[in-house]
């Protein structure tokens, strides 16, 4: 009667994690970590291709720098120093004309790119440029019209999207540490999981733009299609409204066809960038050559698989 009851306890000391063989829940995992893997994706599709809600479309609409922001972080700093140069304010090279009437109009953050204009010209320092940082008060305007993503947004949309990848990392994770005290081999399962980074890695990223915003930038960088610098726009034809709104919705590159010298300059956050395209023959000082921009933004799921041929039970956390 010993030997039976010694014989019974050596079985369920030696047995399988959870009654399941290891070969039997990697094939298992594999196929929930497929699951997961699509249903992550579909779930982030469906969040981040949502029909924008008509009310963002349809309120006042967005000014120069709101747009610009749109397009990029630091766009309102171009579109800020375009304004200075069109009012008369500054010189092609960024130094100071005139100062600024109330009949100009600025707002906050071109004051304020004026100031920091004139300190640096007065004190240029290498280290920091010295429009960089005026931009906050308008990403804050962006996020208030729901055209960009708050970190809040971001935390609660991964939350919506990515929990079928957790619940079945989670599911993993705690069958390693069993079968670890188990004294089963886990390697397999270790690394079946450790795959699964991949996807959560392109499952994670997120846009700058909500649906909204996308389709507001959308929307005026079609209205203003003939600004664009392949076709080569006579700004100065177009009017003061043509130059401010080209900076905004495609950089510095159309400011070439208005002011190459301006365009240039070291005062501007782009002016490397334009200098470079300009040695590079994109552009030719009497405005006879083209350029071109283009952006794009594109997001693809993956999917990553863990298999092998044969399981004899090493390494599957059983």
């Given at each position: 009667?010993?030997?039976?009851?010694?014989?019974?306890?050596?079985?369920?000391?030696?047995?399988?994690?959870?009654?399941?063989?290891?070969?039997?829940?990697?094939?298992?995992?594999?196929?929930?970590?497929?699951?997961?893997?699509?249903?992550?994706?579909?779930?982030?599709?469906?969040?981040?291709?949502?029909?924008?809600?008509?009310?963002?479309?349809?309120?006042?609409?967005?000014?120069?720098?709101?747009?610009?922001?749109?397009?990029?972080?630091?766009?309102?700093?171009?579109?800020?120093?375009?304004?200075?140069?069109?009012?008369?304010?500054?010189?092609?090279?960024?130094f100071t004309l005139r100062m600024p009437t109330a009949a100009d109009q600025l707002d906050?953050?071109?004051?304020?790119?004026?100031?920091?204009?004139?300190?640096?010209?007065?004190?240029?320092?290498?280290?920091?440029?010295?429009?960089?940082?005026?931009?906050?008060?308008?990403?804050?305007?962006?996020?208030?019209?729901?055209?960009?993503?708050?970190?809040?947004?971001?935390?609660?949309?991964?939350?919506?999207?990515?929990?079928?990848?957790a619940a079945v990392a989670t599911l993993g994770a705690i069958r390693i540490f069993a079968?670890?005290?188990?004294?089963?081999?886990?390697?397999?399962?270790?690394?079946?999981?450790?795959?699964?980074?991949?996807?959560?890695?392109?499952?994670?990223?997120?846009?700058?733009?909500?649906?909204?915003?996308?389709?507001?930038?959308?929307?005026?960088?079609?209205?203003?299609?003939?600004?664009?610098?392949?076709?080569?726009?006579?700004?100065?034809?177009?009017?003061?409204?043509?130059?401010?709104?080209?900076?905004?919705?495609?950089?510095?590159?159309?400011?070439?066809?208005?002011?190459?010298?301006?365009?240039?300059?070291?005062?501007?956050?782009?002016?490397?960038?334009?200098?470079?395209?300009?040695?590079?023959?994109?552009?030719?000082?009497?405005?006879?050559?083209?350029?071109?921009?283009?952006?794009?933004?594109?997001?693809?799921?993956?999917?990553?698989?863990?298999?092998?041929?044969?399981?004899?039970?090493?390494?599957?956390?059983?």
């Amino acid at each position: 009667m010993t030997k039976d009851n010694d014989l019974d306890v050596s079985l369920l000391a030696n047995g399988d994690t959870w009654s399941i063989s290891g070969p039997t829940f990697l094939r298992l995992f594999l196929f929930l970590s497929a699951v997961a893997i699509v249903a992550t994706f579909v779930l982030r599709y469906r969040y981040l291709h949502a029909e924008p809600d008509e009310e963002l479309l349809s309120k006042t609409p967005p000014t120069a720098m709101q747009l610009a922001f749109l397009r990029d972080a630091s766009g309102p700093t171009l579109v800020a120093m375009t304004t200075l140069h069109r009012l008369g304010i500054i010189d092609s090279r960024g130094f100071t004309l005139r100062m600024p009437t109330a009949a100009d109009q600025l707002d906050d953050v071109t004051r304020r790119a004026l100031s920091a204009v004139q300190a640096y010209r007065a004190d240029p320092r290498p280290s920091q440029h010295p429009l960089n940082g005026l931009n906050s008060s308008i990403g804050d305007e962006v996020r208030a019209r729901r055209w960009m993503y708050t970190e809040a947004d971001i935390w609660r949309a991964r939350l919506n999207f990515l929990w079928p990848l957790a619940a079945v990392a989670t599911l993993g994770a705690i069958r390693i540490f069993a079968g670890i005290s188990n004294g089963k081999p886990v390697s397999l399962l270790l690394l079946c999981l450790a795959l699964l980074l991949i996807p959560l890695f392109f499952a994670i990223s997120m846009p700058r733009l909500t649906p909204a915003g996308q389709r507001v930038l959308a929307h005026h960088q079609q209205l203003y299609s003939y600004l664009q610098p392949q076709n080569r726009p006579s700004l100065r034809t177009y009017g003061p409204e043509a130059v401010t709104f080209s900076a905004a919705l495609f950089g510095a590159g159309t400011l070439m066809f208005y002011d190459p010298t301006f365009a240039t300059a070291d005062i501007l956050s782009a002016g490397e960038a334009a200098r470079a395209a300009a040695r590079s023959g994109q552009y030719t000082s009497n405005n006879s050559g083209g350029c071109g921009s283009s952006s794009s933004c594109s997001s693809s799921s993956g999917s990553s698989s863990c298999g092998g041929g044969g399981c004899g039970g090493g390494g599957c956390g059983g």
